[in-house]
Nanobody
Framework: QVQLVESGGGLVQAGGSLRLSCVASGRTFSSYAMGWFRQAPGKEREFVAAISWSGGSTYYGHAVKGRFTISRDNAKNTVYLQMNSLKPEDTAVYYC????????????????WGQGTQVTVSS
């Protein structure tokens, strides 16, 4: 089992930045690829970014590429999502997730999920 807890969400103005964190506990964090997803009201959960177990490979959804950066610190069992140039359409609950598959954007390939953290971007 892997337990994931997100933090760092909040209210920010358009153009601003936030950094989300996701701390893992349980089984070996460094064995898993990690991903971030988001879900806005009335919409399906959307892939945001993913990172390989070593941190050497990263992947991004089209909507966030060039604005968001995913990273991880295996010594701290933590994955981060740095979000810059935020837009109102980035408003959503953001979830981190763990997978044994590297680089996947498919929700079904993630085995463990956090409870989510709300990000609200005002215009």
């Amino acid at each position: 089992q892997v337990q994931l807890v997100e933090s760092g969400g909040g209210l920010v103005q358009a153009g601003g930045s936030l950094r989300l964190s996701c701390v893992a506990s349980g089984r070996t964090f460094s064995s898993y690829a990690m991903g971030w997803f988001r879900q806005a009201p009335g919409k399906e959960r959307e892939f945001v970014a993913a990172i390989s177990w070593s941190g050497g490979s990263t992947y991004y959804g089209h909507a966030v590429k060039g604005r968001f950066t995913i990273s991880r610190d295996n010594a701290k069992n933590t994955v981060y999502l740095q979000m810059n140039s935020l837009k109102p359409e980035d408003t959503a609950v953001y979830y981190c997730a763990a997978s044994v598959v590297t680089g996947t954007s498919s929700r079904s390939e993630y085995d463990y999920w956090g409870q989510g953290t709300q990000v609200t971007v005002s215009s």
